[in-house]
């Protein structure tokens, strides 16, 4: 509904609706400024639903039995499949301006919007939600993202107590791309827990919801954001790549496809079939990549994430020169440790010719020149923390 009203309304009442809304947040923020502060009460936040670290860390308290009142703020309340322990509220609505006025910690994998005002006594956690980055980001890339962006960006670094990061090459990069001169806690990363252990509950559960069946194997196509939103990035022939991967690796495959959240409608561009199925409207990106042998993506970090967890990572890009001049990359794409491709044809080449002995021996070398730090422990470290601060 909400969606169709913006489609169907002038610019100028949409303009008018936002700073109305706005003014409305600020004032409920300072009235709810006035409420004591309690100190068991936690606020996790992720924009795009239940998920990334957040939701990891909150399962974690969950699991520990603490005595913390559990908040979880997100624009898709109705989508979350949280334990009865943690509380789901709609993004900016009253219940959630009031949790972020009264809590004593916010933990959270995005950044806040520039309304929002961090009270003494509270205390600020940020988990960022990207990993290891290929693509430059916030302080590294100021010309990209706006003057906008770059102040409350600025200003939700200056609020922040800790960072967690995953190791020394996102510990040197927060310090200079974030404006962060606060602590960082090398403890890992929360969402890379569950990769890391590789439970087959989730991967069960995945099979079953998706109807797989126990010899079909998952391989997942998750290309990144872009502003555009163009669907000339996409790969065209997906049934083509699932028969390649089958017939390479001598198992049944089957492809999910899984566009960025930003995305999503694109996902009607694509052709879908027995072997191809449609999984953007999953909110938990991780519970798939859990759930998979093999990720092709393009830009997105969570290559390398996938190469943590020893999954088999293939690169499509066939805008590579325009995106290297347009956002700008930490790496260039010839210097990763993964198969890549400009066009379709040459993608399934890489499958055909596979090595994997060589792959795992540059993923080996190159995860360990950035200092990773990924014990699957980083939830009960991040929650150690949390009740060292609420005193539990």
């Known amino acids: ?23 409305w947040i600020v004032l409920l923020f300072h009235i709810f400024h006035l409420f004591r502060i309690q100190n068991n009460r936690v606020v996790f936040c992720n924009v795009w639903g239940y998920g990334d670290n957040a939701k990891y860390i909150a399962e974690e308290m969950v699991l520990r039995k603490t005595k913390a009142e559990l908040i979880f703020i997100t624009n898709h309340p109705k989508l979350a499949c949280a334990p009865k322990e943690i509380k789901v509220v709609q993004t900016n609505s009253i219940a959630a301006i009031f949790a972020l006025a009264t809590a004593k910690v916010w933990v959270d994998s995005n950044r806040k919007e520039g309304y929002i005002r961090k009270r003494k006594g509270q205390f600020y956690i940020q988990t ?3 990993g290891v980055p290929l693509k430059k980001i916030e302080g590294d890339c100021e010309e990209y993202l706006g003057e906008v962006y770059i102040r409350r960006a600025k200003w939700d670094s200056a609020m922040t107590d800790l960072y967690l990061s995953n190791g020394g090459f996102c510990t040197d990069m927060y310090r200079r791309a974030f404006w962060y001169t606060g602590e960082i806690l090398e403890c890992g990363t929360p969402r890379m827990d569950q990769l890391l252990k590789q439970k087959t509950v989730v991967k069960n559960q995945i099979r079953k919801q998706y109807g797989l069946s126990e010899k079909e194997r998952i391989a997942l196509y998750a290309p990144t954001y872009r502003n555009q939103k163009q669907a000339e990035y996409y790969l065209k022939d997906l049934s083509k790549i699932t028969d390649i991967l ?6 049944p495959f089957v492809l999910f496809v899984r566009l960025h959240p930003l995305c999503a409608e694109q996902s009607e561009t694509i052709s879908y079939g027995k072997t191809v199925k449609n999984v953007s409207a999953a909110r938990d990106f991780y ?32 805008d590579k020169k325009v995106y290297e001049q347009q956002r700008g990359l930490y790496f260039k794409i010839e210097e990763l440790p993964f198969p890549y491709a400009v066009t379709e044809e040459d993608l399934r080449k890489e499958i055909i010719n596979f090595n994997e002995e060589k792959y795992k ?6 995860l360990k020149e950035l200092r990773i730090k990924e014990t699957g422990k980083a939830s009960q470290i991040a929650t150690d923390r949390i009740l060292e601060i609420l005193n539990f």
């Open 128 to 130: 960022w939600h990207g």
């Open 287 to 318: 519970e798939l990549l859990e759930a998979s042998d093999i990720l092709i993506t393009d830009y997105s970090n969570t290559m390398f994430e996938a190469a943590l967890a020893e999954k088999y990572v293939f690169l499509y890009i066939n």
């Open 1 to 23: 509904m909400r969606e169709w009203i913006k489609r169907h309304t002038p610019k100028y009442f949409i303009s008018v609706y936002q700073r109305v809304r706005y003014l």
């Open 361 to 366: 021996r540059k993923i080996e070398q190159f």
């Open 246 to 251: 089958s017939n390479r690796f001598q198992v």
